[in-house]
């Protein structure tokens, strides 16, 4: 993997918590409650924003109204979003990559896609689901996370295409992108408030690297006994 690549081996490890070194995990909840706060601002901006505007023509508008089901969640943003770390156990990094997807899609000029009260379920649950696909090596399939995020399988799947064709199917993330954002959400959260996904994104990268050079010396041992 290269060095300014995020992958999921470089999330699946424990980060320091705390200055006596104590290994602590990520708190999904934490991550949840500063995301459901920032998205829900978002919203709230966004439809500002878009009020009295022309909708766009196009094929990107074609796939962007896709998501706008014309109904609103039942439930607050929290609580929906949630429902992914508790029942699809989404890590706390798969919400920051698919916050870097969203605020992707919002940047695309004149196929900007900003996430509003009519289309926050089917967006969100398509970029939960993508994020994740990037980021872990297993995944529950689209089924659940369909049921997970309130819509039908083949919805969802649909759904899931017309979001690689907004993002032009630039998924990378790479390490430096991934930092910036979870200091975003740690200013969000209050100066770190618990929040340590980038301490822990470069412990997981050192531990990587430690455990690669250390199976490269191996190798050799390892061949010779053979």
């Given at each position: 993997m290269a060095s300014d690549e995020l992958g999921s081996d470089a999330c699946a490890f424990p980060c320091v918590g705390g200055?006596?070194?104590?290994?602590?995990?990520?708190?999904?909840?934490?991550?949840?409650?500063?995301?459901?706060?920032?998205?829900?601002r978002h919203i709230a901006r966004n439809e500002r924003a878009l009020a009295g505007t022309t909708a766009a023509t196009g094929e990107d508008a074609r796939r962007a109204a896709a998501f706008d089901g014309g109904t609103v969640l039942d439930m607050g943003m929290r609580e929906f979003l949630e429902r992914f770390s508790r029942y699809a156990?989404?890590?706390?990094?798969?919400?920051?990559?698919?916050?870097?997807?969203?605020?992707?899609?919002?940047?695309?000029?004149?196929?900007?896609?900003r996430v509003v009260a009519t289309n926050a379920q089917r967006l969100l649950t398509a970029a939960i689901l993508v994020a994740s696909k990037f980021v872990e090596d297993r995944n529950y399939k689209n089924s659940y996370f369909a049921a997970v995020g309130g819509l039908g399988?083949?919805?969802?799947?649909?759904?899931?295409?017309?979001?690689?064709?907004?993002?032009?199917?630039?998924?990378?993330?790479?390490?430096?992108?991934?930092?910036?954002?979870?200091?975003?959400?740690?200013?969000?959260?209050?100066?770190?408030?618990?929040?340590?996904?980038?301490?822990?994104?470069?412990?997981?990268?050192?531990?990587?690297?430690?455990?690669?050079?250390?199976?490269?010396?191996?190798?050799?041992?390892?061949?010779?006994?053979?």
């Open positions: 200055d006596d070194g104590a290994m602590a995990a990520l708190s999904p909840t934490v991550v949840v409650s500063v995301l459901a706060s920032l998205l829900e156990h989404v890590s706390p990094q798969v919400y920051v990559v698919a916050y870097a997807y969203l605020d992707r899609l919002r940047r695309g000029g004149a196929g900007a896609v399988a083949a919805e969802l799947s649909s759904l899931e295409l017309d979001f690689l064709f907004l993002m032009r199917f630039r998924l990378n993330v790479s390490v430096s992108v991934f930092r910036s954002y979870c200091r975003h959400l740690e200013r969000e959260a209050g100066h770190g408030g618990g929040y340590q996904v980038e301490r822990c994104l470069e412990k997981a990268l050192l531990v990587s690297s430690g455990e690669a050079q250390r199976q490269h010396r191996q190798a050799p041992a390892a061949a010779a006994a053979q």
